[in-house]
């Protein structure tokens, strides 16, 4: 996609550091990172979130993500990771064409977990909303 920053990244236009490619993902490095070693994985295809892959692009896709974590544990050897992606503006994504966050944690590091997102479960009991799913 024209001016998709990432798009450019994949054509060429734009450096970067590679950790892992193959021929549906490129993994490089963040240039901002909130850990050492923070990656960002992204399908060669231009899509905007997760519900844009179709099943075979998304096999592919959390392939890359395992092969890129190998990496950088063989390289940086971290104690554990965290893994994730901002799904739209409300989440924090920035940049419309779907990435996984790969984050390093290394022991007394500072961070948080998943959980140190968001604390607001809402008005709704738990049972209340199961109801919608049954
Ligand atoms: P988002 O907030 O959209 O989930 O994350 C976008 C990420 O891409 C940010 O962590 C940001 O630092 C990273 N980023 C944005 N532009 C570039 C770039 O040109 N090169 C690299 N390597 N990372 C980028
Ligand atoms: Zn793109």
């Avoid at 490619?21 to 909130?34: M, Q, R, S, T």
């Avoid at 104690?79 to 901002?86: I, P, S, T």
């Avoid at 994504?93 to 390093?104: A, G």
Wanted: glycine share 8%; with cysteine.
């Amino acid at each position: 996609m024209e001016d998709c920053i990432f798009c450019k990244i994949l054509k060429g236009e734009i450096p970067n550091h590679t950790v892992y490619e193959d021929k549906n993902v490129l993994a490089f490095l963040d240039i901002y990172p909130h850990a050492k070693g923070h990656t960002i994985v992204i399908p060669k295809v231009h899509a905007e979130t997760y519900f844009d892959l179709n099943e075979e692009l998304l096999t592919s896709f959390s392939n890359g993500v395992k092969r890129a974590m190998e990496n950088v544990q063989n390289k940086l050897q971290p104690d554990g990771f965290n893994v994730g992606w901002n799904q739209n503006k409300v989440a924090g994504q920035v940049v419309p064409h779907l990435h996984m966050h790969i984050i390093p944690r290394y022991e007394g590091d500072g961070g948080g977990s998943i959980h140190s997102i968001i604390k607001n479960p809402g008005e709704k009991t738990v049972d209340e909303i199961s109801k919608l799913f049954e």
